[in-house]
């Protein structure tokens, strides 16, 4: 119905950059909020950072200063740029999109299967 991939995770030094894409495609009207999530083993998934369809972005805490949300609405893509990466940011990222599939439909969340970022020397 909606699938999410995500690419452009990695193993990347203390200090460095990565950029995380996510594209929607399939049966979709519209997409309002997309955002990216992050979990590590035995850990609750975190929000790292959303933007809304008019381009307004939020941050955790951990992150602001740092990492960067943005979309392209044409293509229906979300994008994460990270830097200054730390070892703490090593995690499982994850990316959704709140998706009306019909304008008589209800919005609902849909996630992609995850892309892997370590940050180790």
């Known amino acids: 119905q909606v699938q999410l991939v995500e690419s452009g995770g990695g193993l990347v030094q203390p200090g460095g950059s990565l950029r995380l894409s996510c594209a929607a495609s399939?049966?979709?009207?519209?997409?309002?909020?997309m955002g990216w999530y992050r979990q590590t083993p035995g850990n609750q998934r975190d929000l790292v950072a959303t933007?809304?369809?008019?381009?307004?972005?939020g941050y955790a805490d951990s992150v602001k200063g740092r990492f960067t949300i943005s979309r392209e609405n044409a293509n229906n893509t979300v994008y994460l740029q990270m830097n200054s990466l730390k070892p703490e940011d090593t995690a499982v990222y994850y990316c959704?999109?709140?998706?009306?599939?019909?304008?008589?439909?209800?919005?609902?969340?849909?996630w992609g299967q995850g892309t892997q970022v370590t940050v180790s020397s």
């Open positions: 399939g049966s979709i009207f519209s997409i309002n909020a």
């Open positions: 959704n999109a709140d998706v009306r599939t019909a304008a008589w439909k209800s919005i609902s969340r849909y």
């Open positions: 933007i809304t369809r008019g381009g307004s972005p």
